[in-house]
């Protein structure tokens, strides 16, 4: 079945950039995506990506996708302290979600 | 409702007791979803229902889990003989017809104990 990958941790100053990565293992994965989960609250769906398009971009949120090394990162432009979260990469099959284990992103003022 | 509701929000029960867990989804979504989210598994896909089409019940980690869907709309999923594994954050969604395209929307969760 699928695989999904994240690393667990990443750090940021605010005002840098953030670039959260993705790897998963089914090549026939058409629908990839990325949720934000805060403290206490539910996930929330942040944007997703075609496996027909390379990249996708919606205000401060840049998602890319490589098919052939089967990998996606999501890039925060301009980091604020509001994006701390535990940001979730989601592959779909078979119509529901294979979830990465989270990266906890921690932004510092 | 704009959103999915869950509830109870949260359920402390003994080990052993039978629990029932509410999802109501987004109006007029015909595909709902639960999953589960716990320290050391993570998040997982329990079940799947898509209009009257037979529920994907792949994900349910045991016969003491059940789920149903009345009438098109609101869900409940049920643990019996509750153990202290069972305790996890349990996770309603729901697309609007379950096409990969449309993006599945989660409620709040339930967060379950087992003591």
């Known amino acids: 079945g699928e695989d999904v990958e994240q690393s667990l941790f990443l750090s940021v100053r605010e005002g840098d950039s953030s670039v959260i990565n993705c790897t998963y293992t089914d090549s026939s994965s058409t629908y990839l995506y990325w949720y934000k989960q805060e403290p206490g609250a539910g996930l929330q769906l942040l944007t997703y990506i075609f496996s027909n398009m390379d990249m996708k971009q919606d205000q401060r949120l840049t998602v890319l996708l490589n098919k052939k090394d089967k990998h996606l990162s999501l890039r925060i432009a301009d980091t604020q302290t509001g994006d701390s979260a535990i940001y979730f990469c989601?592959?779909?099959?078979?119509?529901?979600?294979?979830f990465g284990q989270g990266t906890e992103l921690s932004v510092k003022p | 409702g704009a959103g999915v509701s869950q509830s109870p929000s949260n359920k402390v029960t003994e080990k052993g007791k039978y629990v029932e867990l509410r999802c109501d989804p987004i109006?007029?979504?015909?595909?709902l979803y639960w999953y589960r989210q716990s320290l050391g598994q993570g998040l997982e896909f329990l079940i799947y229902f898509q209009g009257n089409s037979a529920p994907d019940k792949s994900g349910l980690p045991s016969d003491r889990f059940s789920a149903e869907r009345t009438g098109g709309s609101v869900s409940t999923l049920t643990i019996q003989r509750t153990q202290q594994e069972d305790s996890a954050v349990y996770l309603c969604a729901s697309s609007l017809t379950g096409a990969g395209a449309d993006a599945q929307y989660f409620g709040p969760g339930t967060r379950l104990t087992v003591t």
């Open positions: 989601a592959v779909l099959q078979g119509g529901k979600l294979i």
């Open positions: 109006s007029g979504h015909t595909a």
